[in-house]
């Protein structure tokens, strides 16, 4: 069975101060991947997506960068944390439908 | 780019009740994914519904494509069914993702 593992679970950390969020997928091999953002309140939007190692598309400009490192493996992360990124990051698999991590809650203050 | 509109934006129900929500986008999928949001915030996939009707257990799903529709209708609601519904209309391919804001569902006892 294929499990997601995201973390850290929570985290806060100061305007300014650098992110890195990550993703892990066990038991499927070359998955796409992809991660959403959600402000508190929001809608969920798609910031990335990955079909192969090493080639990640962007979808929503919001200062924040992915790569992925390995096959099993996506990471979201900037230099420079704003109060706007803020909010619930989700990661996600799919085959026919999309299957979401846990999620890592942020609030940058 | 995708438009989705979700509606009613929020449903009451009582235990026992039925719920039409309704899905639109502005553009044409090849993919149109139903999701529940827990409160808690995670995420996980109702049904996936291209066109047609499709059925899973208290959930059928009616999509008519050339009209950039869908519903989703719950029957004989239970309050374990409170959270949020979430439409995701995707293109060819099924990497852009993206979601509408959601119909919020309250089922009471």
């Known amino acids: 069975a294929q499990t997601i593992h995201q973390w850290p679970v929570a985290e806060i950390k100061a305007v300014g101060s650098p992110l890195s969020l990550g993703c892990t997928i066990k038991g499927k091999s070359s998955p796409n991947l992809y991660w959403y953002w959600q402000a508190t309140g929001g809608t969920l939007q798609q910031l990335f997506y990955s079909i192969t190692v090493g080639q990640v598309e962007s979808v929503v400009q919001l200062n924040l960068s992915a790569s992925r490192p390995k096959d099993d493996q996506f990471i979201l992360s900037t230099e420079k944390l704003l109060l706007s990124h803020s909010g619930f990051y989700l990661c996600a698999w799919s085959r026919d439908t999309q299957y979401f991590g846990p999620g890592t809650r942020l609030l940058v203050l | 780019g995708q438009q989705v509109q979700q509606s009613p934006a929020s449903l009451v129900l009582q235990e026992g009740e039925n719920a039409e929500l309704q899905c639109n986008f502005s553009s044409t999928a090849t993919q149109l994914q139903w999701f529940y949001q827990s409160p808690g915030g995670s995420l996980v996939s109702l049904l996936s519904?291209?066109?047609g009707t499709k059925h899973t257990g208290r959930l059928t799903s009616t999509t008519v494509t050339k009209e950039r529709r869908s519903s989703l209708h719950i029957s004989s609601s239970q309050t374990t069914d409170s959270g949020t519904y979430l439409c995701a209309p995707s293109g060819t391919g099924g990497y852009k993702v993206v979601f509408g804001s959601g119909t919020r569902l309250l089922v009471s006892p």
């Open positions: 519904n291209p066109s």
